[in-house]
């Protein structure tokens, strides 16, 4: 079945660093792939995307590596602040479908 | 509005009551979406709308959860004869987009059953 998973549920970063989160997905079928961000009592926040068609996509401080050999997907935050700290979620949205199904996330903490 | 709004923010129901979230997608939304968040998990899909039609409904748990969205826009999650498990944070989102596409996420109700 579908699913899309972590390999670490927290990561701790100093200030300034960068900060990378990975995620492993499974249905090589899927050709959608999102980051979300999620804040305490919020919803998920959108921050990046990337399609099947591509390895990398850039956005503000923010990068997006998929690996589809591998079905590996990554975050890279640049210069992490403080106000990065949340759980991020991967997501995936299998092809020609509109299902989005998420992982369980990794709360990233950024030490000041 | 400018975002995705759900009502009420906070839900205590009683074991055995009827409660009926509420959802306001982003206006020309054509996609509307529910899914469950239990603590320290992540999103669980529920069901999806592309208008009025609902066109998904396998993520619902059993047939005490019933989802509508009669005019296309604003939705309702109704859960009937609510049990201690229904009790965890049900998010609505939307999007302008059929599939393959960012989804919007209201802050969600968050239901305790006692």
């Known amino acids: 079945g579908e699913s899309v998973g972590l390999h670490l549920p927290t990561l701790s970063v100093q200030e300034g660093d960068n900060s990378i989160i990975n995620c492993a997905y499974s249905?090589?079928?899927?050709?959608?792939f999102i980051w979300y961000k999620q804040e305490s009592g919020k919803g998920p926040q959108f921050i990046i995307d990337?399609?099947?068609?591509?390895d990398k996509r850039q956005g503000q401080r923010v990068t997006v590596l998929l690996n589809k050999t591998v079905k590996h997907l990554s975050l890279q935050i640049a210069a992490t602040q403080p106000g990065d700290s949340a759980v991020y979620f991967c997501a995936d949205s299998p092809q020609g479908g509109f299902k989005t199904i998420f992982g369980a996330g990794t709360r990233l903490f950024v030490k000041a | 509005g400018a975002g995705v709004s759900q009502s009420p923010r906070y839900k205590v129901a009683k074991r055995g009551q009827d409660v009926a979230l509420r959802c306001d997608p982003i206006?020309?939304?054509?996609?509307l979406f529910w899914y469950q968040q239990a603590l320290g998990q992540g999103p669980e899909f529920l069901t999806y709308?592309?208008?009025?039609?609902?066109?998904?409904k396998s993520g619902l748990p059993s047939d005490r959860f019933f989802a509508e969205r009669p005019e296309g826009s604003v939705s309702t999650l109704k859960i009937q004869r609510t049990q201690q498990e229904d009790s965890a944070v049900y998010l609505c989102a939307s999007s302008p987009a059929g599939g393959s596409a960012p989804l919007f996420f209201g802050s969600g109700t968050q239901l305790s059953v006692l």
């Open positions: 206006s020309g939304h054509v996609s």
């Open positions: 990337i399609r099947s068609n591509m």
């Open positions: 709308f592309q208008n009025e039609a609902q066109l998904d």
């Open positions: 249905n090589s079928a899927s050709d959608y």
